[in-house]
């Protein structure tokens, strides 16, 4: 199938350089590799396109300046070499862009400023406004203050960069990386392996080809840059994995080549407001329901209902985000829950019309509002 790419209609563009193919097996940063990408973005800019560069290499940058001997191990010592490197990263960022003169804007990211609904739109607005000034945003979670990357496996940026795909509204999200894109298992050790060039539908089989590729991979590995694939192509935007080591692969790819791995993006494709609540907030709990209820919520289009709850676990207050879970233990949604888990308890299996005598005040008859859900 044809990749549907054409660089006269892509106008924003995320680009997303992981750790392994900006630094070398020592640690430190491979200059030459940066430098390469930063003339290729700067063409971009010069072609009148708007480019957002989601970097890691903060903690590289930190283990050359601070001249280490070692990686550092413990989440502190990460920690405080990426708070040594994040500025001397930026300053060869813009060093190297300002010759082609052009300007880039440091943005730390944590995930709480996504998780939250004011800072996420927040965080938008300042994104769109630094694009509107011709700057090139340069993003990285604050490993200084959160541990979500280093220590949770927020996936080496992945995770992050197709959520700032979504938060923008980009037409494209390039993830650059070491090897050429999604392959049918590790190349290393397999000869019959090899790459998949489209994909149209994250499947099962899709995910299990990631799992059998990781070992090659950055911390983040193929797993978590399938799971930002499933971000963005839910939110009607192209992905592409590729390798960043590959002579003019953005230019490349922008005019169609077929290199790398192309994912695309869906047609019916989530509204802002609905992104933000798949696939920006972390998950407070799970709601279990009942077949009907489930019937309701995917066939029909309804809200959830007291009446359709089973069990639930975790603590949240009104207005989390929470999972709701079918029968199977399937995941089937997510959404904005109208109760606390208190009071969940409480009315968990009861009618809506009895929800007043039973938490003493009026409320909501839905558990999750439809507006407020979104099926996985």
Known sequence: MQRPINSEYIKKIVIKVGTRLLTYKTGKLNLGIIETLVRQMADLKNQGKDVVL????????????????????????????????????????????????????????????????????????????????????????????????????????????????????????????????????????????????????????????????????????????????????????????ANGRQENIIKRILEGEETGTFFCSKQGHLRSRKRWIAFAQKSKGVINIDHGAELALTEEGKSLLPAGVISFEGTFSRGEMVSVYNPHGEEIARGLVNYSAEELRQITGCKSDEIESILGYTGHKEVIHRDNLVLC
Not at 81 to 90: N, P, T, Y
Not at 163 to 191: F, M, Q, S, W
């Open 54 to 241: 989601v970097s890691s290499g903060a903690v590289g940058a930190g283990i050359g300046k601070l001249g280490l001997k070692r990686k550092p191990v413990s989440t502190q010592e990460k920690q405080a070499v990426a708070a040594v490197g994040q500025g001397l990263l930026i300053q060869f960022y813009e060093k190297l862009f300002s010759e082609y003169g052009h300007i880039v804007a440091q943005v730390l990211l944590t995930r709480e400023d996504l998780d939250n609904r004011k800072r996420y739109i927040n965080s938008r607005n300042t994104l769109l406004h630094l694009l509107k000034f011709g700057a090139i945003p340069i993003i990285n979670e604050n490993d200084t203050i959160s541990t979500d990357e280093i220590e949770l496996g927020f996936g080496d940026n992945d995770r992050l960069s197709a959520l700032v795909a979504t938060l923008i509204d980009a037409d494209l999200l390039l993830i650059l990386t070491d090897i050429d894109g999604l392959y049918t298992a590790n190349p290393r050790y397999n000869p019959n392996a090899y790459c998949i060039s489209f994909v149209e539908e994250i499947t099962p089989e899709i995910k299990n080809f990631a799992g059998k590729t990781e070992e090659i991979l950055a911390k983040g590995g193929m797993i978590t840059k399938i799971e930002a694939a499933e971000i963005v192509m839910a939110s009607g935007i192209d992905m592409v994995i």
